[in-house]
């Protein structure tokens, strides 16, 4: 996926409307979530978050009755162009679902699962170089010291805290310039979220992050700017503080003063 002369925004979308078959989930959304920082979508159940999310990577055309209008452009490239390649969209646009997903191997084969696949085709890759991704890229989600003496040991065993912070390192050494995190927190125990917070807050600036959450003290706590959506429909979108404690919408102010939701 080339570089189309990015500006401010890593992505951007302009009047996307979205359907599943006769039903529409996605109004008329435009939206800027601006390059290096956090930004986390919140909203009631149903609302349009996790579609508008999975949009931006293509993953939602895997249900073959999806049907879109208006344009997503990630890092500069309209991704539903038809000269963009879906494998390069996947490379700079990383995923991370609600529930850990890791692979049935060991910690070490889950990290270098997608490096393996993506660089392999193109040359041959050096014991050394492997091992430098591997610690970088479980140093960059807080996980080396604890798992550095069982690499070989099945990714499964880890708890979930680890397994979700491994599933984000096996991201990274394809180098994504986007990550896309649909309720990373989920799953987790209290603990378990606040490691995974400050795993991703330390990534903040050198990825973009884009995050749907249902937990508001999250949202507050670990995002820069916030989105709120309705009804499949962006109601309100500004720095997160400014959201939570000066909203400029009714609907705003009673989704986060609990009024409905």
Request: charge should be negative; aromatic fraction near 6%; charged fraction near 25%.
């Amino acid at each position: 996926m080339a570089d189309g002369g990015r500006g401010d925004y890593a992505i951007e979308t302009r009047g996307l409307n979205l359907w599943y078959g006769d039903f529409q989930a996605l109004f008329d959304v435009d939206l800027g979530v601006k390059q290096g920082i956090i930004t986390s979508m919140i909203g009631p159940s149903g609302c349009g978050k996790t579609t508008l999310l999975r949009t931006c990577n293509r993953i939602i055309e895997r249900l073959g009755y999806v049907r879109t209008t208006g344009s997503v452009t990630v890092l500069g490239n309209d991704i539903f162009g038809d000269d963009v390649e879906l494998v390069q969209v996947r490379k700079k646009i990383g995923m991370v679902f609600q529930r850990p997903n890791p692979l049935p191997i060991s910690i070490r084969e889950n990290v270098l699962f997608g490096f393996r696949l993506h660089e392999a085709r193109l040359r041959k890759i050096t014991a050394a170089e492997e091992h430098e991704v591997l610690e970088s890229s479980l140093r960059q989600v807080l996980l080396w010291d604890t798992v550095k003496d069982r690499l070989d040991k099945p990714a499964t065993g880890l708890s979930l805290e680890e397994q979700q912070k491994l599933c984000i390192a096996r991201l990274l050494p394809v180098k994504p310039e986007v990550l896309l995190m649909d309720e990373p927190c989920s799953a987790l125990d209290p603990a378990g979220t606040e490691a995974v917070e400050e795993m991703i807050w330390r990534l903040r600036g050198e990825y973009t992050i884009l995050v749907v959450t249902h937990n508001m003290a999250q949202a507050r706590r670990a995002s820069d700017e916030c989105v709120f959506m309705l009804l499949g429909r962006i109601i309100e979108h500004g720095r997160t503080e400014e959201v939570f404690l000066a909203p400029e919408c009714q609907e705003t102010a009673d989704y986060i003063e609990g009024r409905y939701g």
